[in-house]
């Protein structure tokens, strides 16, 4: 899905009353299933489209952003094999990717 598109369904999703926040990735190493500028947006529901690394990454990163929905507040998450979450959340095979997820407003 292209970025476009996406920005247009938060945009949407807002105009709808939904309260919703945009996650993008902001740095890769390693192996990383997706590249810089990948974006999901969520609902305040946990509903979600688009995709910023795929498996349990993006189930961490749709709590965050519904934590991020409640309080209003940026937040920069990051995964890799050196936290201990790594098996947990699918970057078992060596990348690392930090993704920022921000309330839309």
Do not use: H
């Amino acid at each position: 899905m292209q970025q476009e598109d996406l920005l247009g369904t938060a945009a949407a999703w807002r105009a709808a009353g939904r309260k919703v926040a945009l996650a993008t990735v902001t740095e890769t190493w390693g192996s990383a299933p997706r590249p810089v500028g990948s974006n999901l947006v969520i609902d305040g529901t946990g509903n979600f489209l688009g995709s910023v690394s795929g498996g349990c990454v993006e189930g961490a990163v749709v709590a965050e952003a519904i934590d991020v929905i409640a309080s209003g507040r940026p937040k920069l998450i990051s995964f890799g094999v050196a936290d201990e979450t790594a098996w947990e959340v699918g970057l078992s095979c060596g990348g690392k990717i930090s993704v920022y997820v921000e309330p839309v407003n």
